[in-house]
T-cell receptor
Framework: AQTVTQSQPEMSVQEAETVTLSCTYD???????LFWYKQPPSRQMILVIR??????QNATENRFSVNFQKAAKSFSLKISDSQLGDAAMYFC???????FGAGTILRVKS | EAGVTQSPTHLIKTRGQQATLRCSPI?????VYWYQQALGLGLQFLLW???????NRGNFPPRFSGRQFPNYSSELNVNALELEDSALYLC?????????????FGPGTRLLVL
């Protein structure tokens, strides 16, 4: 069974700075997808970024980018130029029947 | 384009009752997934429907059931409610394109069992 581990329950970042959220996963599959979702206090789960495992190039979406290390089964999320609106719970997720990590609360300080 | 919608937004029931939660997917999406987000337990996969059929279910008892209608909307039914069923229930819809299937979530239904 696949598992997803987010080892940072909570992170803080100063507005305009960069923060990296960690995620590791375990799977025996060779082809899969990975996602980062953001859940603000409104509770609406919002897709941040996705990565196909067969692609060596790291995905980027504006200020959000990932560092995908397939051999190490690591999938970290980097948020550049952090904004107050980035404050939320961030979930790393694996696969189609999404297996979620426990989440990381990101606080953004002004 | 309208997103995934869920109703009701909040639902209060008592132990032993039945709850029905509804989900309308994004137009063109044929798959619907249900997840339970309970306090302290994180997000857990409940059910997956595609093209009207139940494709997979998570580690939940049979009193959690559902169906998908011909218009791809879906219903989640929880029978014989227990206090620990109190949670946020999230529905997501997806469509596979280019080999990638991405789920888009609705706002959730918060179920409180008293």
């Amino acid at each position: 069974a696949q598992t997803v581990t987010q080892s940072q329950p909570e992170m803080s970042v100063q507005e305009a700075e960069t923060v990296t959220l960690s995620c590791t996963y375990d799977t025996s599959e060779s082809d899969y997808y990975l996602f980062w979702y953001k859940q603000p206090p409104s509770r609406q789960m919002i897709l941040v970024i996705r990565q196909e495992a067969y692609k060596q190039q790291n995905a980027t979406e504006n200020r959000f980018s990932v560092n995908f290390q397939k051999a190490a089964k690591s999938f970290s999320l980097k948020i550049s130029d952090s904004q107050l609106g980035d404050a939320a719970m961030y979930f790393c997720a694996y696969g189609n029947k999404l297996v979620f990590g426990a989440g990381t609360i990101l606080r953004v300080k002004s | 384009e309208a997103g995934v919608t869920q109703s009701p937004t909040h639902l209060i029931k008592t132990r032993g009752q039945q709850a029905t939660l509804r989900c309308s997917p994004i137009s063109g999406h044929t798959s619907v997934y249900w997840y339970q987000q309970a306090l302290g337990l994180g997000l857990q996969f409940l059910l997956w429907y595609d093209e009207g059929e139940e494709r997979n279910r998570g580690n939940f008892p049979p009193r959690f059931s559902g169906r998908q209608f011909p218009n791809y909307s879906s219903e989640l039914n929880v029978n014989a409610l227990e206090l620990e069923d109190s949670a946020l229930y999230l529905c997501a819809s997806s469509y596979r394109t280019g080999g990638v299937e991405t789920q888009y979530f609705g706002p959730g239904t918060r179920l409180l069992v008293l």
